[in-house]
């Protein structure tokens, strides 16, 4: 699929030219976390036309961003040159006590083929790395929820087949005050110029095999559980 065919444009409420590419609209203020060598949030900032509404991270400090993905420079260039603010060294577990942050609110939050690290010579199949991404996943989403606006939403894109279905993303969501909207088949052609890049230190550089069964899970809040909290505290205060 080419570039032209992925994104749409319409007007806003307000008039203005709202473009689309896929769950992503020029208007939403993003934040993408996680980023491989920044080739996702390049293909957004291309279909919008402006990154001035994106704010794009990674785990890595600069220097060893471009030590392990050699592609990232050409990529944090162009999102410097469409308005993107580009922010180093961000622990997914720990971003909403970011100073810059966390005064922030966000209606996507993207985290894309999110992964703990390897260990040399194990597999996907290891049950410690597998306690290890469970461990991640409810991090970021107890850190994220911190970040999203009202009706905001948290992507995560992953493969749902073993041994990642153990990795439960899903229940940890759930847990953290959030419910699953919807479950979108991920389509790599859907992003043109995306590469995926494996997590860790090992082969960093290499893409990550998306497999047969791969979606975009769309978390938002649970309403029923706020509401539940915000009647709670409002018996509370009378009580007092």
């Known amino acids: 699929m080419g570039e032209a065919a992925a994104a749409v444009s319409s007007e806003s409420g307000e008039g203005k030219r709202e473009i689309w590419i896929k769950h992503y609209s020029s208007s939403h203020r993003i934040l993408l976390v996680g980023e491989g060598d920044f080739s996702f949030s390049v293909c957004l900032a291309k279909a919008f036309g402006s990154a001035k509404n994106m704010i794009a991270t990674s785990y890595d400090n600069l220097e060893k961003l471009l030590e392990k993905h050699s592609t990232a420079r050409i990529h944090l260039d162009e999102l410097k040159r469409l308005g993107c603010t580009l922010l180093h060294g961000i622990n997914v577990k720990y971003m909403h006590e970011d100073s810059f942050l966390k005064v922030r609110r966000f209606d996507r939050i993207i985290f894309n083929f999110s992964h703990a690290g390897h260990y040399l010579g194990f597999g996907e199949n290891n049950e410690e790395l597998i306690l290890r991404h469970r461990e991640l996943l409810r991090d970021f989403f107890s850190s994220a929820r911190c970040l999203l606006s009202k009706n905001g939403e948290i992507h995560v894109s992953h493969r749902d087949d073993e041994p990642y279905t153990q990795w439960r993303i899903r229940s940890s969501a ?26 860790g230190d090992i082969k960093s550089n290499k893409t990550f095999p998306l497999g047969d069964r791969s979606f975009t899970f769309k978390f938002s809040f649970n309403k029923d559980l706020e509401d539940y909290k915000s009647l709670r505290k409002n018996f509370n205060d009378l009580m007092i």
């Open 174 to 199: 759930n847990k953290r005050g959030l419910i699953l909207k919807e479950m979108v088949e991920f389509q790599k052609e859907d992003y043109p110029g995306y590469h995926n890049k494996r997590g």
